[in-house]
Structures are given as C-alpha cells and as structure tokens.
C-alpha cells in the first residue's frame, strides 16, 4: 500500500467515525493535551483504532484523537504525538499532518515542552522559525504531487499572519509572550553543555525533540502554522541536571496559561 492510499484509508475511517472538515489541527506536546479535554462534542478515538496511525509511548502523551468544538472552532486535536527516537520512522511522526489534510484542516496549532537557551521554565515562546539539526528530512522518498511540491518554500513555515495574530491575543490577555528560534534534534538524550553552546551560537532560543518534522510536511501540504514552545528547563550547562519528570512539572504549573492563550488565538484565527 502506497503512502497516499495509507493516508486515504485513515481519512475514509475517520470520516465514518463522524470526522469531517476540521478547521484547525492541534498538536499537543509533553503535558499539555489536557487542552483536548476542552473539546465540546467530542469525538474521541483511540490511536491503537486508527488504521496506519503511531503508538505514542511518553509519559504526558494520552494517545488519543478528540475530535470536536473548541473556541467556536471544529479542531482535530492530537493528544501526545510520535517521536522519531520511538524509532517511528518519518511518515509515520508526519503521518497526522497529512491526514488533518486530507480531511479539509487549512491550518495547525503545533506544541512542545522546549530546553530554553535564550528564555527560563515556565515561558511560553512563539516559534519564528526553526533550525533542522535532526538529520532527517521528512520528505526524503517520492513527493505526495497531490499534497504540494518537490521542492517547497521555508520562508514562512510558521505563519508571519498567525503570530501577528497571536502576539495581539497575549497582549489582550496580558500574557508575556517570548517569541524565538527552535531548534530540531533526534533525542531522545538531553544535549550536552558544548552542544547548547553551538546552538546558541547559531541563534536557537530553545532546543527540542519534536515539531520540526511536522511544520516541514505541513508547509509542504500549505497548511498555515502557528508553533508554540512551553520552557519546561534551562538546556543543559544552565541548570545542574535535565529530566523527563521536570519537563512535565513545569508543564504542569504554566498549562492554564498555556490553554487559555491556545484558545483565545482559535478565536482570532
């Protein structure tokens, strides 16, 4: 079964389930898919259900597709997703984007637990634009004609509209809001303290193990993105040691901030 005829069945089974014509897509991150909980009318569907979907196995990541109303919006919301170091391979970590394509989403909300260089726990920090340091390509192989081109524009992968929009919505909610590079590494080891010194050298205001592939298939299918990192730590060599159990603390301590900035920028979109 090719690619395209994976993404088809998917599209075809969730639309029996009652999944149609989302408008947005939501990717949440480590901790933070308590947002899907929010969804009015929902429908939810378990991954281990969906025909060609991934197995999400982080602690912080429900496995879970809630399908529904959020902030007046008809949302496709991804609660935990698929991580390469899972040895996930690329079609399958970019495999939801597609499909949120495929059913009519014109847009995604994508969201990490971040390693901040330039800002501290507990930020929540708008993607400008990302560095790729993991390697991969998500499009490597033989280009989806049908979703966009050989060779398609990074010039304004996170939207320049969306987080105009954005930084409105957190000045309205008196909310500060960083805004900063991401950088893109496999994982799934934290980085060491010279490697965080070299990102910083090449710009990145926070490092992560995620969202990189995804934005790049999404600009691929020309689907809108806004990109939001919530600082769970300092990166490594600015705090005595990194964990997995303080990503989800720190997430857990700034999430009502993080949902209601993530709903009120739905509205404005």
Do not use: C
Not at 64 to 77: E, F, P, S, T
């Amino acid at each position: 079964m090719t690619l395209m005829d994976k993404i088809k069945e998917t599209a075809a089974f969730l639309q029996d389930k009652g999944i149609s014509a989302p408008e947005f897509g939501l990717i949440l991150g480590s901790g933070l898919g308590e947002l899907a909980e929010e969804v009015e009318n929902a429908i939810v569907v378990d991954y281990a259900d969906i025909p060609n979907w991934g197995r999400s196995t982080v602690v912080g990541h429900a496995g879970k597709l809630v399908y529904g109303d959020l902030a007046g919006r008809k949302v496709l919301a991804l609660q935990g997703r698929f991580h390469f170091y899972e040895g996930n391979p690329m079609e399958v970590v970019t495999f939801p984007v597609r499909v949120m394509k495929a059913l009519g989403a014109t847009g995604i909300i994508v969201t990490n637990a971040a390693g901040g260089i330039e800002f501290g726990p507990g930020s929540l920090m708008l993607i400008s634009d990302h560095i790729n340091l993991t390697g991969q390509h998500p499009l490597i192989g033989e280009n989806l004609d049908e979703f966009g081109p050989r060779f398609p524009d990074m010039s304004d992968a996170y939207t320049g509209a969306y987080r105009a929009r954005a930084r409105k919505v957190a000045a309205e909610l008196e909310l500060e809001l960083q805004e900063g590079v991401y950088l893109g590494v496999t994982g799934p080891s934290y980085e060491t303290p010279a490697e965080i010194r070299a990102f910083r050298t090449l710009g990145a205001s926070a490092v992560g193990m995620s969202t990189v592939p995804e934005v790049i298939v999404a600009a691929h299918s020309g689907l809108k993105v806004l990109g939001i990192s919530a600082i769970t730590n300092f990166a490594a060599g600015f705090q005595e040691e990194l964990n997995h159990e303080e990503v989800v603390e720190v997430t857990q301590g700034i999430k009502e901030n993080f949902k209601n900035f993530v709903k009120a920028v739905l509205a404005e979109l």
